[in-house]
């Protein structure tokens, strides 16, 4: 019979050299794991502000790209590749720049309110941004002029058919106009509600308002309703010429659930922001 002393110095050995690997490989992998997560959320902002593909390659006005990494800016190149995790680095860092606005609307960089912006990340993307007196927004600036906000991207949270939904709204600089969207974190069923990150259905958002207007297409901004809807069904079948159909997309089948979801998260998000919507919409139309 084994003695039992040195079975038990056997396990407690082996455990501890794997506690050891495992701690190293950890050690080792952080910041590769980090720098990838990092990566991915650049990728879902150029996304969302249409700077970047779904098939990979940068965009410029709507057609394919590549970087000029001498000056940071994009070239029209019909055979670009699709684009590195540098260079999406590289990109989102000249043209996208974090900020925060609070309930009055106003806009102050993380700098200025004295909070470090990774940790503001990690400590609220749980509950979500839209529910802080200091809420986070992103800076879009154009490809043709780094100095001009060309838009804002909005981060967006709800409740889908099985959990948590997590997205991007991203936004003309008229705060109304709906440059893109990304849906890039849920545990929706595949093939029914995980199409919300399909490029195809992802693809009927650009050019519909979040100011929703009534049935003679009247708009408030200080009442209307914000948001946007995914309808059941098709949005030319139940609204037709409906002026409501500027801010409505089609649902997906199977997936009613997932889409009230979706129209859910755009509402009570978009409302925590009413008052930096209305600010620079308001702005726009006085230019």
């Given at each position: 019979?084994?003695?039992?002393?040195?079975?038990?110095?056997?396990?407690?050995?082996?455990?501890?050299?794997?506690?050891?690997?495992?701690?190293?490989?950890?050690?080792?992998?952080?910041?590769?794991?980090?720098?990838?997560?990092?990566?991915?959320?650049?990728?879902?902002?150029?996304?969302?502000?249409?700077?970047?593909?779904?098939?990979?390659?940068?965009?410029?006005?709507?057609?394919?790209?590549?970087?000029?990494?001498?000056?940071?800016?994009?070239?029209?190149?019909?055979?670009?590749?699709?684009?590195?995790?540098?260079?999406?680095?590289?990109?989102?860092?000249?043209?996208?720049?974090?900020?925060?606005?609070?309930?009055?609307?106003?806009?102050?960089?993380?700098?200025?309110?004295?909070?470090?912006?990774?940790?503001?990340?990690?400590?609220?993307?749980?509950?979500?941004?839209?529910?802080?007196?200091?809420?986070?927004?992103?800076?879009?600036?154009?490809?043709?002029?780094?100095?001009?906000?060309?838009?804002?991207?909005?981060?967006?949270?709800?409740?889908?058919?099985?959990?948590?939904?997590?997205?991007?709204?991203?936004?003309?600089?008229?705060?109304?106009?709906?440059?893109?969207?990304?849906?890039?974190?849920?545990?929706?069923?595949?093939?029914?509600?995980?199409?919300?990150?399909?490029s195809q259905w992802q693809e009927q958002f650009p050019g519909k308002q979040i100011f929703q207007v009534d049935a003679k297409g009247n708009l408030d901004p200080?009442?209307?309703?914000?948001?946007?809807?995914?309808?059941?069904?098709?949005?030319?079948?139940?609204?037709?010429?409906?002026?409501?159909?500027?801010?409505?997309?089609?649902?997906?089948?199977?997936?009613?659930?997932?889409?009230?979801?979706?129209?859910?998260?755009?509402?009570?998000?978009?409302?925590?922001?009413?008052?930096?919507?209305?600010?620079?919409?308001?702005?726009?139309?006085?230019?």
């Amino acid at each position: 019979m084994d003695n039992p002393k040195r079975t038990l110095l056997f396990t407690a050995t082996l455990c501890l050299v794997c506690s050891l690997i495992l701690a190293f490989l950890a050690s080792v992998l952080k910041e590769p794991q980090e720098k990838a997560i990092r990566t991915d959320r650049y990728k879902e902002m150029l996304l969302s502000a249409q700077y970047l593909s779904q098939d990979g390659y940068f965009l410029l006005d709507g057609k394919k790209a590549r970087l000029d990494l001498q000056h940071v800016t994009l070239i029209f190149d019909d055979h670009a590749e699709n684009a590195s995790a540098e260079e999406i680095t590289m990109l989102y860092e000249r043209f996208v720049q974090p900020k925060l606005t609070n309930h009055s609307g106003d806009i102050a960089s993380f700098q200025e309110r004295g909070i470090v912006y990774e940790e503001y990340l990690q400590s609220n993307v749980k509950y979500g941004y839209s529910k802080l007196p200091w809420k986070l927004i992103y800076e879009v600036y154009s490809l043709k002029d780094a100095k001009k906000v060309a838009g804002y991207i909005i981060p967006v949270q709800g409740f889908g058919l099985w959990g948590p939904i997590y997205g991007l709204l991203a936004l003309k600089n008229n705060a109304n106009e709906v440059l893109g969207i990304s849906w890039y974190a849920h545990g929706e069923t595949p093939g029914l509600g995980a199409n919300i990150s399909s490029s195809q259905w992802q693809e009927q958002f650009p050019g519909k308002q979040i100011f929703q207007v009534d049935a003679k297409g009247n708009l408030d901004p200080q009442n209307a309703s914000l948001g946007l809807i995914v309808v059941r069904g098709k949005v030319k079948d139940v609204l037709g010429q409906d002026p409501r159909a500027s801010h409505s997309v089609d649902g997906m089948s199977g997936a009613t659930i997932t889409g009230n979801g979706v129209s859910g998260a755009y509402k009570n998000t978009l409302e925590a922001y009413r008052p930096f919507l209305i600010k620079k919409y308001e702005a726009a139309r006085a230019q």
